[in-house]
């Protein structure tokens, strides 16, 4: 048995040995009265925004603004792209897409952060290389913190799921902040069930 088999197996070894329980996280409550009106704010603090509906067509907004757009993959049914997306698409293949419009699966109040998984994205590329991403969220589902989220079945049942917290930014030494440096450059957030 060369070196290499013998390191694997050992390792194989152990994975099934060792097993070992999640630590129970408590959870800290401060007010879940206002969790909308503190997820706003939290995603306007890190560079998101939140889009307005209109009582007459809640989707006119995301209309508008998707308007002028070239390319635009949107994988929910409310809104049509024209980019559609199938098991046989490449992630590279959405690196020229202007608008992504998609359902994030929960919102956290305390950060602005919105979870999206494999099954919202469809292809995990989706929520980073549009320049633009259109969330819907359901207000329902938005939890206080980041405690609720982490206790959230999606990690649990899913391969794949990232916390987006407003568009992508960096700053270098002299404080000078871009956004878009290393992904979407604005996320937009529609409070919608």
Same mark, same amino acid.
Request: overall charge negative.
């Given at each position: ?6 390191? %694997? ?10 097993? &070992? ?9 401060? /007010?879940?009265?206002?969790?909308? /009106?503190?997820? #706003?704010?939290? $995603? ?18 995301? #209309? @508008? #603004? +998707? ?6 993959? &949107? ?11 199938? @098991? ?5 293949? %959405?690196?020229? +897409? /202007?608008?992504?419009? $998609? ?28 320049? !633009? =991403?259109? +969330? ?7 939890? @206080?913190?980041? !405690?609720?989220?982490?206790? *959230?079945?999606?990690? #649990?049942?899913? !391969?794949?799921?990232? =916390? !987006? ?12 902040? +871009? *956004?878009?440096?290393?992904?979407? *450059?604005?996320?937009?957030?529609? $409070?919608?069930?």
């Amino acid at each position: 048995m060369s070196s290499r088999e013998f390191i %694997l197996t050992q390792i194989r070894q152990s994975c099934h040995t060792e097993r &070992s329980e999640a630590p129970t996280v408590p959870f800290f409550h401060q /007010d879940p009265a206002n969790i909308v /009106d503190k997820f #706003k704010q939290s $995603l306007i603090a890190m560079g998101g925004q939140i889009i307005e509906t209109d009582p007459q067509d809640p989707y006119k907004f995301v #209309k @508008e #603004k +998707i308007a002028q757009s070239k390319i635009i993959c &949107s994988v929910v049914p409310e809104i049509l792209g024209n980019r559609h997306l199938t @098991e046989t698409t490449e992630p590279k293949e %959405l690196q020229d +897409i /202007d608008y992504g419009v $998609l359902r994030a699966s929960f919102g956290v109040a305390e950060t602005g952060s919105i979870c999206l998984t494999e099954q919202d994205l469809f292809i995990n590329t989706l929520g980073y290389l549009p320049q !633009h =991403l259109i +969330i819907f969220l359901d207000p329902k589902q938005i939890v @206080e913190n980041l !405690h609720d989220a982490y206790a *959230r079945s999606e990690w #649990k049942q899913i !391969h794949y799921a990232a =916390l !987006h917290s407003g568009p992508s930014a960096t700053a270098d030494i002299e404080g000078v902040l +871009i *956004r878009g440096a290393q992904g979407v *450059r604005s996320l937009s957030v529609l $409070l919608i069930e």
